[in-house]
């Protein structure tokens, strides 16, 4: 009988995450979260460049030749590089308490919980800093203490984040101690989709 109203009730919730997925969709289609270029106001549109990309930098051909953080009106590409202020990870040295969640491609949700210690070894802090990182030099270093979940609990990750380019494009060097196994290994860095 347990097995049975398990079986109902799973049923159940997976017909209600379904009906309400599709109500978000509904509501996020009539409701848009941007305006395209004709649609903005006049002193927004004051704030932006619409030429395209302006003089290069000219150690740096792939940056701006005007000198970070820029000033109004903004390209697009200014755009960009102010908003990489504001990622999950702070542009100086700090501590940060993460707890994620994320769904595996079996339906599963693995949460955890890491301690990380930045320590931020650009010579100037936030995007400033990472511009002006040589590629292929190290401009942050992270250690991750997992504390979440128990079987993994103690792990250890060791990052050193390095400035890539078009040439360079080495992003990271990460080493992972593993309690278990008392070692500490050398992982190839992770491949983007």
Not at 32 to 46: D, K, M
Not at 97 to 125: I, L, N, P
Not at 132 to 144: L, Q
Not at 154 to 176: A, C, I, N, P, Y
């Amino acid at each position: 009988m347990d097995k049975r109203c398990s079986t109902n009730a799973g049923i159940g919730l997976a017909l209600v995450m379904l009906l309400s997925s599709f109500s978000i969709a509904t509501q996020a289609e009539g409701s848009r979260s941007w305006r395209s270029v004709e649609n903005l106001l006049p002193e927004e549109v004051a704030r932006v460049d619409l030429s395209g990309p302006g003089p290069r930098d000219s150690k740096v051909p792939y940056i701006p030749a005007e000198p970070y953080p820029f000033t109004a009106p903004f390209t697009a590409e200014e755009m960009a590089y102010r908003a990489m202020e504001f990622t999950q990870h702070a542009r100086w040295s700090s501590v940060i308490v993460d707890v994620y969640g994320s769904m595996t491609g079996s339906g599963y949700m693995d949460q955890g919980v890491t301690v990380t210690y930045k320590q931020w070894v650009a010579g100037a802090a936030g995007v400033q800093g990472q511009i002006e990182t040589a590629p292929g030099d190290v401009y942050m270093r992270m250690i991750h203490h997992y504390t979440y979940p128990p079987r993994i609990a103690g792990q250890q990750h060791m990052w050193q984040v390095r400035r890539s380019d078009q040439e360079l494009k080495t992003r990271l060097d990460m080493f992972v101690y593993t309690p278990g196994l008392r070692r500490v290994r050398r992982i190839p860095q992770p491949q983007r989709d």
